[in-house]
């Protein structure tokens, strides 16, 4: 079982940066493929970014691609989103979630994903 627990949301103006943190226990970190999705009210969860266990290729999602970076620290047992240029359309819950399954790395499915934290809420005002 793993446990993952977000930190970092919170109220910001347009144009502005969030970094968003998910620590993760239970199971050895550097065997995780790791994502962030987001989802505002009324609609379907969306997928902004995902990180492969190793660290390598970066996948992001249309609305994320250019803004947001994703990062891990397997020594810390952490992965972040850094979310720069933000704009009222980036409101949402967003969600760290993991997988051991090595078909599911960079997945962009959140079905691919079997872990999942219980979210922190970003808002950007306009």
């Known amino acids: 079982q793993v446990q993952l627990v977000e930190s970092g949301g ?5 144009g502005g940066s969030l970094r968003l943190s998910c620590a993760a226990s239970g199971r050895s970190f550097s065997t995780l493929n790791m994502g962030w999705f987001r989802q505002a009210p009324g609609e379907e969860r969306e997928f902004a970014a995902a990180i492969p ?3 390598g290729t970066t996948y992001y999602g249309s ?3 250019g803004r947001f970076t994703i990062s891990r620290d397997n020594a810390k047992n952490t992965v972040s989103l850094q979310m720069n240029s ?5 409101t949402a819950v967003y969600y ?3 997988t051991p399954r090595s078909s ?3 997945s962009s499915d959140p079905n691919d994903y079997d872990f999942w934290g219980q979210g922190t809420q970003v808002t950007v005002s306009s």
């Open 10 to 14: 919170g109220l910001v103006q347009a």
């Open 63 to 65: 609305s994320a691609q």
């Open 104 to 106: 599911s790395s960079g």
């Open 53 to 55: 266990w190793s660290g």
């Open 86 to 90: 933000l704009k009222p359309e980036d």
């Open 96 to 98: 760290c979630a993991a």
